[in-house]
């Protein structure tokens, strides 16, 4: 009896260490999105909704603008950012990097995702999709989504549906593989260099290697380059925020935006835009 007593002990030690978030005192549910990014309703099961917060005693007063101020008492939307991106894109590369900055400010409260540009055509012998920069862009592409794939298929490894930050390691594998200029995506050796530093694994079957030369990485281009003609996305990059189209960097420069940059620059301007739609998602009414 002692030893089944220590043992249901250390299960559930082991249950509360993983529900509990490694920075602040933030419970945070990873909500599904539709294909634009907009937040879908998620249902749980019945264990799952036990580990959720009552939230019916809460009243109007806890409108929240300012990320800090939830508490951990509170089940949190994140806000969806969806990238219509080319990974040897010139512009993309840009602005991943301004993004990456923003997300400095507010990586805790968002949901990051990537939409390539690229049109099928069953004719191109590689892959059976055209990419504006040539098949060294597919081949980033496909890198950077098998990155993504891989990253997605570990998080629904986990039974708990609290988890923290699961686009970070996808995140950095792309910032890493633009560290070398915009040809660098998509090269053997930056893929294998960039998954170990991030810490995806690159070897074996369930590896990005396996992922990138396998059927897997094409149908995963293919996948993206339909999202993103339904999407409407012309140019990379588009930036999506909340499901709502916000600006887009073309020609070295921001167009069509509805973000303050030129007030308050680019990386005050997203970060604004960013917790006000937070702010807006995470209203609690009684």
């Known amino acids: 009896m002692l030893g089944l007593y220590l043992f249901a002990l250390i299960v559930a030690q082991s249950l509360r260490i993983q529900a509990i978030p490694q920075r602040g005192n933030e419970l945070e549910v990873v909500f599904r999105y539709d294909i634009a990014g907009r937040p879908l309703q998620t249902q749980h099961s019945a264990q799952e909704t036990s580990m959720a917060i009552d939230l019916s005693s809460k009243s109007k007063t806890d409108m929240v603008s300012d990320p800090e101020s ?73 890198h950077e989504l098998c990155a993504i794939h891989q990253t997605d298929q570990t998080d629904m490894a986990f039974s708990l549906p609290i988890v923290r930050n699961r686009w970070r390691k996808w995140w950095d594998f792309v910032m890493c593989s633009n560290e070398g200029g915009r040809w660098e995506p998509g090269k053997e050796a930056v893929g294998k260099e960039c998954a170990e530093r991030v810490g995806l694994q690159y070897s074996g079957r369930e590896g990005l290697k396996q992922c990138i030369h396998g059927d897997q990485g094409e149908e995963l281009l293919k996948s993206s380059a339909r999202r993103t003609a339904k ?56």
């Open 70 to 142: 939830l508490t951990h008492q509170q089940i949190k939307a994140r806000v969806p950012i969806l990238l219509g991106v080319m990974s040897q894109c010139p512009d993309a590369l840009y602005c991943e990097d301004v993004f990456n900055r923003v997300l400095s400010y507010v990586e805790n409260i968002v949901e990051m995702d990537l939409t390539f540009l690229a049109k099928i055509n069953v004719s191109e012998p590689t892959y059976g999709v055209t990419c504006r920069h040539g098949v060294g862009e597919c081949t980033g592409n496909i």
């Open 231 to 286: 999407l409407g996305i012309t140019n990379s990059c588009t930036v999506i925020i909340g499901g709502k189209r916000r600006c887009v960097r073309d020609d070295e420069r921001w167009k069509d935006c509805d973000v303050p940059i030129e007030e308050f620059g680019e990386i005050d301007g997203f970060v604004k835009v960013i917790r006000e739609e937070y702010g807006r998602l995470n209203v609690i009414s009684q």
